[in-house]
């Protein structure tokens, strides 16, 4: 089998193993670090979101793809800066103050992560200074908020709020999402974006940054 | 006739051998010894430190065997539960089956309308008065959210209206151990006062650890508020497999029991014997939509096993039933509410809670309660069996009656039909024309008018004047002392 066809076909089964020895192989062959990720890695995880929306693939699936594509994402990121690939976008992403519900946000954070993003996921019960001081240190694009109650939601708010005091505002964008928050919400609350599931989030977070 | 023969005939269901019990039971018990569960909250670590549990690392704590043993046993296996004005109503533990609502729905599917729309205090009251008029709602909850009230206030408004419009048991929530202590004084006021209360509770606390094996400080601080005041609470985790367990059933019925076992030792150690309903949901998260199933065919097996244990361990066991994942008032909502409360009932669970509930816990539907009252009513019917008593052959009275006679006219009928048949009360029972002279309704729409019937209707008995005025002015303090504060999560 080619190079490519196996190291897209190894992500698309989630094959770690195999997908490093791929990208190594890709590496000593002097092919282009952009390449390997459009033509490969990003391609694969295309084709596995593609599956996924035809129910042909799971939400472990995903996620196994997902893991897969990070490995190889691992091993070609330290030559990003030699050539011209542009640094991943980094997410900062928790779940607000107040809250402990975390399945939802990890998995948003997950599926972010599999579509090209460097994700620093700030856990749960986080406050909104920690959002902003995280934003600021990383330079993060996006800052995604999740929210399971509706007596934690109003954080949102303040969160977006806090960015535009620190001078954040035109630099991040803001996204919300969780089982009771609504696009009417996130309007209200002046956010950039919603989505009522992760792979939405992840696909506002591609088309943001793609401009 | 055989020596000791049992005329009544009960049918009953259980999903484990003893052999069984005994394996998830060993299981669970080397999950809190080797892996340990988390405390997240010093006083918690405490406790468990003094009573013989190892420090993993920070806070994770392993339990001995035997601390979980003795503490199973120090818990009461039955817990005597009263109404407002002090009437046994509810005796939790064995094979007593009680119905009731569940708690904290953001939206409503509204009767009128029949669409979608935010929760609000008034929904509250209306879940109460439906509750309290239905007979086989035996406790009553919240069931919405009251998101038109300020949130550090929203669960003990939520407590005034379930006290003003019901005099049946309240299962209830809190935020945070600061409204819930606020929330137990109005409780004293209306028993009278603390002691009162404590002999005889009308109230019990609803406080969840956390899947996969934690325990958060808010929660335990509710656990150990009510240890002390020896007010019930139903201390239960709801794991989705897959998600925050494993997705093989016996694995999330092994990590969720070691959750719920961990709850008791805490509960038992900080106050033994205080009353403690155990027990867990164990669901799956749907692995296309990454939502919560409530209403799926794995939530009934594992909790099956769930009573199977906690039956074993001769301990009072919460369940669910009655609820569906669907969004409306629908076939789908009939038929996972009527799995549900068939198996529910037939495994024996003691304080089953949710019915009425849709959408994957968000939306409450007061139709839906009304349906799932006579799907208990239904149900508790099949449980109830049949005689096989000579009478109950009743020879005598088919060779009175012999072939080709009819037995309509007979004492026997006339004297038992009511006893042996079972009487819908919305379901359609007429012949065609009788049905479409009826306006040729279906069930949904009988169901919505009994509904809304209730809420013009019936009158709850209200609360004595004193006991409101003095309930105005613990609220007012609380409003006071926790406005704008952030509560321990
Ligand atoms: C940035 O952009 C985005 C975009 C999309 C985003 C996003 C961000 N974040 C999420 N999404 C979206 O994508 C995800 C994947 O597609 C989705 O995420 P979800 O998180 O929705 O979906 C998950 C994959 C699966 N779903 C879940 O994990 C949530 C399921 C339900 C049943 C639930 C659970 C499991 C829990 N709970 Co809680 N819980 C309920 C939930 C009912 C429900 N159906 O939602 C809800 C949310 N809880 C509720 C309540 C009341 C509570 N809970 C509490 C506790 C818990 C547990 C700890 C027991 C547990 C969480 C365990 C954990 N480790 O996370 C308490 C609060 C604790 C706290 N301070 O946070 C407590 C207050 C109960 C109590 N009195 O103790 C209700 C909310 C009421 C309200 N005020 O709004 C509730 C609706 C259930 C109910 N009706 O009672 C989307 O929403």
């Not at chain 1, 196996?6 to 890709?26: F, H, T, Y």
Request: aromatic content about 6%; some cysteine.
């Amino acid at each position: 089998m080619p190079l490519f066809e196996k190291l897209i076909e190894s992500v698309i089964q989630g094959e770690e193993g195999s997908v490093r020895e791929c990208v190594q192989q890709a590496l000593s062959d002097h092919i282009p670090v952009k390449e390997i990720l459009n033509d490969g890695l990003i391609k694969a995880i295309n084709i596995v979101g593609e599956k996924f929306k035809k129910s042909e693939f799971y939400v472990p699936d995903v996620l196994w793809s997902a893991q897969a594509m990070k490995a190889g994402i691992e091993l070609i990121q330290p030559f990003f800066q030699k050539s011209d690939v542009p640094p991943l976008a980094k997410v900062v992403i928790g779940t607000v103050e107040g809250d402990i519900h975390e399945i939802g946000k990890n998995l948003v954070a997950m599926m972010v992560e599999a579509n090209g993003f460097e994700v620093i996921n700030l856990g749960v019960d986080v406050p909104p200074e920690r959002f902003v001081e995280s934003v600021r240190a990383h330079q993060a694009k996006i800052c995604m908020m999740s929210a399971l109650l509706t007596t934690t939601m109003p954080t949102m708010k303040k969160i977006i709020e806090a960015l535009k005091e620190a001078g954040l505002a035109g630099r991040v964008k803001t996204m919300v999402g969780g089982a009771p928050v609504t696009k009417q919400f996130a309007l209200e609350i002046g956010a950039d974006g919603y989505s009522p599931d992760a792979p939405g989030a992840a696909e506002l977070a591609k088309e943001w940054i793609a401009g | 006739m055989a020596i000791g023969f049992k005329s009544q005939c009960v049918p009953t269901y259980r999903v484990l051998t003893e052999d069984q019990i005994k394996e998830i039971h060993l299981a669970t018990l080397e999950v809190l010894e080797k892996v340990g569960v988390r405390i997240l909250d010093e006083e918690g670590i405490q406790l468990l430190k003094e009573a013989g549990c190892q420090v993993k690392n920070e806070n994770v704590l392993q339990i001995p065997r035997g601390l979980v043993e003795e503490s199973i046993h120090s818990a009461p296996s039955s817990i005597q539960i009263y109404n407002r004005k002090g009437n046994e109503v509810m005796q939790l533990g064995g094979d007593h089956v009680y119905f009731g609502l569940g708690t904290d729905l953001i939206y409503t599917y509204d009767l009128k309308t029949g669409s979608l729309r935010r929760s609000c205090l008034q929904d509250v009251v209306n879940a109460a008065k439906t509750g309290d008029c239905l007979e086989e709602i035996d406790f009553i909850a919240s069931f919405a959210l009251a998101q038109d009230v300020p949130t550090n206030l929203m669960y003990i408004e939520c407590f005034k209206a379930l006290l003003e419009n019901s005099i049946k048991p309240i299962f209830f929530t809190a935020a945070g151990a600061e409204d819930l202590s606020v929330i137990l004084q109005m409780a004293e006021v209306v028993a009278g006062d603390e002691a009162r209360l404590r002999e005889k509770p009308f109230l019990i606390h609803y406080s969840e650890p956390t899947s996969p094996l934690s325990h958060s400080k808010s929660a335990i601080r509710k656990l150990f508020l009510c240890a002390d005041k020896g007010i019930p609470i139903n201390y239960t985790p709801a794991l989705l497999a897959g998600a925050t367990g494993p997705v093989t059933l016996a694995g999330a019925i092994t990590v969720a029991n070691a959750e719920a076992l961990s709850g008791v030792v805490l509960h038992q150690r900080r106050a033994k014997g205080a009353p403690i309903i155990s027990g867990f949901v164990a669901t799956t998260m749907d692995m296309l939509t990454s939502t919560a199933v409530y209403g799926g065919p794995e939530f009934r097996l594992t909790h099956s096993a769930c009573t199977d244990l906690y039956h074993y361990y001769g301990l009072p066991v919460w369940g669910t039933a009655g609820a569906s994942d669907a969004h409306c008032f629908d076939q789908q909502a009939a038929m996972e509410a009527t799995f549900s409360i068939l198996m529910g009932t037939l495994e024996g669970a003691n304080l089953i809670h949710d019915v009425g509930y849709l959408g994957q816990g968000l939306i409450g539907s007061p139709a839906t309660i009304v349906m799932g009252s006579e799907i208990i009513s239904y149900v508790k019917r099949i449980r109830r069996g049949f005689d096989i008593s000579q009478e109950q052959i009743a020879m005598e009275v088919i060779q009175k009656v012999g072939p080709g006679g009819n037995f309509l006219t007979t004492e026997s009928t006339r004297r038992l039909h009511r006893q042996e048949h079972w009487r819908p009360k919305y379901m359609n029972r007429d012949n065609p024309d009788m049905w479409k002279e009826k306006g040729s309704k279906t069930y949904g729409e009988r169901v919505t008018q009994k509904a809304l019937e209730i809420l013009e209707t019936h009158r709850p008995e209200p609360l004595p004047d004193s006991v409101r005025q003095k309930l105005e002015e613990l609220i007012k303090k609380a409003e006071k002392s926790l406005m704008g504060i952030k509560f321990v999560v």
